[in-house]
C-alpha cells in the first residue's frame, strides 16, 4: 500500500512537471527579468545601451581598428613636429602607450588583445563574444581619462592649424572613444525618476479611475439582469448567446465599433448621446478629457457586464428556492430577502467576479489604445498604455520595464487584498 | 426564484438584448451602406436605399485580410491544441492524484493567470527577437502559452473534480494502473470539459492583441484584431472596410456562440462557482 502511494505521487510530480515548466519559462522567469531590466538604462536604439552591462568592458575591435592607427599617425606627426606641440604630441603618445600596457596587464585582456588583433589582421570580423571583454574599473577610468585628453589637444592643435594630418588624427581619436562600454546598471534610478514625474501619477489615478467606475457599474448592473434573468422564461438560450457576443469578439475590434459610434461627425452613439443631452456636442466624446474616459468606460460596461451578469447567475441558480419560500412564510419583504439570503450566499461568487474584474480593469490595454490612443492629452492613458508607449515608441526599454514592474506589483496587491477576502476558497479541494 | 415571466418582463428583455446587440446592428447596417452614405447627412439614416457587397469586396481585394484569418485561425489552433495537451496530465495529477504541494501549485497557476501582460513584454520581446522569431507563428504561440496554459489547467482542474471518484476506486479495485485509470476511465468521460477548456482558450488566443501587436509587426504575420485595428491610416479611417471586416470575424463568432453558449457558460462559470 505504501509503495503505491509512493508511485502515486512520483506519478503525480512527472505529469505536473511540463506545465510547471513551461509556466516558469514563458511567464515567472519574464517577470523576475523584467525587473532586472528596470535596473539598468536600457535603450534598444543606442547601440552603447542596447545590451546590459554591469561593469566596464571593451570592444576590441573597435579599439584595434584605431589605437594602431591613432599611434602610427602619431609618430609620423612628431616627426615634423617642432618645439612645444612636439612636446605635447610626445606626451599624448606616452599616455596612450602607458593606459594600454596598463589595459593589457590583465592576463584574459591581453589574450583576447592578441585573439582579436589577429582576426583583425586577417580582414575577418571576430564574434561579439570574443571582441567584448570586461575590464577592470581603474583602467577603463585611466583610458577614458586619456582618451578624452587626446581628443581635447588633438582638437585644439587641430584647429589652431599645426597638424598636418589634424582630421585623420581626431576621427581616430573619436573611433577610440567609442570602444569604452561603460556599465549602464542606474540601481532604482528608473523608479525614483518616475515616482516624482507628474506622467506616472496622473496615468496611476486614471487607471484607478476606469477600475473602480467600471466595476463598479459592471457590477450592480451585472446582479440586477441576473436577479432579473433568473427564472423560467421563452428563449432563454438566445438571450444567453447574445449576451456572450460581446465577450466573445476581440476588444480591439470591439474598440474600433466603438470608436466609429462615437465619432464626432459620423457616430450614431454621439448623437443619440448630444440628442438626450448627456453631452453638449457631439464632438466632445473623444475629444475632451471627461469624454474620452466616459466614451472609455462605456464600451467596458458594455462589452464586460454581460460576462459580470452571467457569473453571477450562476452563483444564483446555487442557492436553494426552498430557502426564499421559508422566508416568505415567516413574512420577509423581497428586500430583507434579498439582503439577508441572497446577498450572503452570493458572496463568494461576487468577489470572485469581482477579482477577476478588477484585475482585468486594471491592466486594460486594447480597449484603451485602439479608442483612444490615450489621448486626448494623455487624459485615458492608463498604466500599462504608458509603459507600452516607453517601451515601444521612445524604446526605453529599462524605464518601461520598471513601468511593468509597477502595474505587476498594484495587480500583486489588489489580488493579495481580494483573496484575504476570499480565503483559501478559490483553490481548495471541494470533495 | 422560479417564477414565471410577465409580458413586462418580456419588453425588459427585448430592450436589453436590443441594447447589447445595437452595436453590431449599427455595423452591419453600415457594412452595406455605400461610401457616400456613412458621412455626412445620411450617415444617422438606418437603412441605406442603395445597399452594395463594395466594402466586403474591397477588405478582401485591398487587405490581406484572408492571411489575417489564417494567421490567426493558425496560431489559435496550435496553441489551443498543444497548451489543452500539456495542461490535461497536470489538471489530472492536481484534480484526482494524492501529492504533496498541490494547493501551492494551484496557486502558482492562479498567480500566473493574473499576471499583466505587459510586465512579461520586454523579456519575451527580447527573446524573440534574439532567436529570429518576429513575424513567425512560433513567436506568437510560444508568448501565448503565459496566459493560455494556466487557463487550461484551471478550467481542466474543475471539470476533474467533477468526475465520480468511486470510478477511480473501482477501476484501482480491478487493478488499473493510474495510468490506464486516466486514459481508460478519466479520460472519456473528461472530453466534454476538454472540449470546454478549448473552446474558451481558443477563444483566449484568437483575441490576443498587445503580443500580437509588438512581434508580429509584418503584414503577413498580422493576427485579425491587429490587422483591422491597424486599418486606420495616418489621416484617414476607412469605416466602410472597417464595418465589413468587424462582421466577417463576428458572425463566425456568433454561431460558435449560439451552437456552444451551454458549454462556454459552464466554462466561464466553473471556476466561480461552488456546487
Not at chain 1, 596612450?96 to 592576463?107: P, S, T
Not at chain 1, 466614451?295 to 426564499?324: C, E, H, N, R
Not at chain 2, 441605406?48 to 489564417?70: E, G, I, R
Not at chain 2, 485579425?224 to 463576428?250: D, L, N, R
Amino acid at each position: 500500500m505504501k509503495n503505491e502511494k509512493k508511485s502515486e505521487r512520483r506519478l503525480a510530480y512527472i505529469l505536473v512537471a511540463p506545465s510547471l515548466l513551461l509556466i516558469l519559462a514563458v511567464a515567472i522567469w519574464p517577470v523576475i527579468q523584467s525587473f532586472y531590466f528596470s535596473l539598468f538604462d536600457y535603450r534598444l536604439n543606442n547601440p552603447a545601451k542596447s545590451s546590459l552591462h554591469l561593469d566596464y568592458s571593451l570592444n576590441l575591435e573597435r579599439y584595434l581598428e584605431s589605437y594602431p592607427f591613432l599611434m602610427s599617425t602619431l609618430k609620423q606627426e612628431m616627426t615634423q613636429a617642432t618645439g612645444e606641440e612636439k612636446e605635447q604630441l610626445t606626451s599624448l603618445q606616452e599616455q596612450l602607450q602607458q593606459v594600454d600596457e596598463e589595459i593589457r596587464a590583465d592576463k584574459e585582456v591581453a589574450k583576447r588583445y592578441e585573439q582579436v588583433d589577429e582576426i583583425l589582421n586577417n580582414f575577418e570580423v571576430p564574434s561579439e563574444e570574443i571582441k567584448i571583454v570586461p575590464i577592470d574599473e581603474q583602467a577603463a577610468e585611466d583610458l577614458i581619462k586619456t582618451i578624452n585628453d587626446t581628443k581635447q589637444t588633438l582638437k585644439s592643435l587641430n584647429e589652431n592649424g599645426q597638424l598636418k594630418q589634424g582630421d585623420k588624427l581626431t576621427g581616430l581619436a573619436n573611433g577610440l572613444s567609442g570602444a569604452v562600454i561603460e556599465p549602464n546598471f542606474v540601481g532604482l534610478a528608473h523608479y525614483k525618476n518616475y515616482f516624482t514625474d507628474a506622467r506616472l501619477w496622473k496615468a496611476l489615478w486614471n487607471t484607478t479611475v476606469f477600475t473602480v467606475i467600471s466595476v463598479s457599474i459592471e457590477l450592480v448592473l451585472g446582479l440586477a439582469i441576473a436577479l432579473l434573468i433568473n427564472k423560467a422564461f421563452f428563449g432563454r438560450g438566445l438571450v444567453r448567446a447574445t449576451i456572450l457576443i460581446p465577450w466573445a469578439i476581440p476588444t480591439a475590434v470591439s474598440a474600433l465599433m466603438w470608436k466609429f459610434l462615437y465619432d464626432g461627425q459620423n457616430g450614431i452613439v454621439a448623437k443619440y448621446f448630444a440628442d438626450i443631452g448627456i453631452i453638449n456636442n457631439m464632438s466632445e466624446l473623444l475629444t475632451t478629457g471627461t469624454g474620452a474616459m466616459f466614451a472609455v468606460i462605456f464600451s467596458d460596461v458594455w462589452k464586460t457586464t454581460p460576462y459580470m451578469a452571467l457569473l453571477l447567475l450562476a452563483g444564483l441558480q446555487t442557492i436553494p428556492s426552498s430557502l426564499y419560500e421559508a422566508a416568505s412564510i415567516d413574512g420577509a419583504t423581497k428586500w430583507q430577502q434579498f439582503v439577508k439570503i441572497t446577498l450572503p450566499l452570493l458572496k463568494s461568487s461576487i468577489l470572485v467576479a469581482l477579482l477577476f474584474r478588477t484585475l482585468d480593469a486594471f491592466r486594460v490595454f486594447d480597449l484603451i489604445f485602439v479608442l483612444t490612443g490615450g489621448g486626448p492629452a494623455n487624459s485615458t492613458e492608463t498604466i500599462s498604455i504608458l509603459a507600452y508607449k516607453v517601451m515601444f515608441s521612445q524604446t526605453n526599454f529599462g524605464g518601461g520595464s520598471a513601468l511593468a514592474v509597477i502595474v505587476f506589483i498594484c495587480v500583486a496587491i489588489i489580488s493579495t487584498i481580494y483573496i484575504k477576502f476570499l480565503g483559501a476558497d478559490l483553490i481548495s479541494d471541494r470533495k | 426564484m422560479q417564477k414565471k415571466a410577465g409580458p413586462l418582463f418580456y419588453v425588459f428583455l427585448f430592450v436589453f438584448v436590443f441594447l447589447v446587440m445595437f452595436p453590431f446592428l449599427w455595423i452591419l447596417l453600415s457594412s452595406i451602406k455605400p461610401l457616400s452614405e456613412l458621412f455626412g447627412e445620411e450617415a444617422f439614416n438606418w437603412f441605406t436605399s442603395h445597399p452594395t457587397l463594395k466594402s466586403y469586396v474591397s477588405v478582401f481585394v485591398n487587405y490581406p485580410f484572408l492571411k489575417y484569418l489564417w494567421n490567426s485561425t493558425v496560431i489559435a489552433t496550435i496553441t489551443t491544441v498543444y497548451t489543452v495537451f500539456v495542461a490535461a496530465f497536470a489538471a489530472y495529477a492536481i484534480a484526482r492524484l494524492d501529492f504533496k504541494g498541490k494547493s501551492v501549485i494551484l496557486g502558482i497557476v492562479l498567480s500566473v493567470s493574473m499576471f499583466p501582460q505587459i510586465a512579461t513584454i520586454s523579456p519575451i520581446y527580447m527573446f524573440v527577437k534574439k532567436f529570429g522569431l518576429t513575424n513567425s507563428y512560433l513567436g506568437l504561440i510560444i508568448p501565448y502559452t503565459t496566459f493560455a496554459l494556466p487557463l487550461s489547467i484551471w478550467l481542466l482542474v474543475t471539470f476533474f473534480r467533477k468526475i465520480p471518484f468511486d470510478l477511480e476506486e473501482a477501476a484501482k479495485m480491478d487493478g488499473a494502473t493510474p495510468l490506464q485509470t486516466y486514459f481508460k476511465v478519466i479520460l472519456p468521460l473528461a472530453v466534454p470539459g476538454i472540449f470546454t477548456t478549448s473552446i474558451l482558450v481558443f477563444i483566449a488566443a484568437w483575441n490576443e492583441f498587445l503580443f500580437a501587436l509588438t512581434i508580429n509587426t509584418a503584414e503577413n504575420y498580422k493576427t485579425v484584431p491587429v490587422g483591422i485595428a491597424m486599418f486606420q491610416g495616418q489621416y484617414t479611417i476607412p469605416w466602410g472596410e472597417i464595418s465589413a471586416a468587424t462582421v466577417i470575424v463576428t458572425i463566425p463568432l456568433v454561431i460558435m456562440v449560439l451552437l456552444f453558449q451551454r458549454r462556454i457558460v459552464s466554462g466561464l462559470t466553473s471556476g466561480s462557482v461552488k456546487e
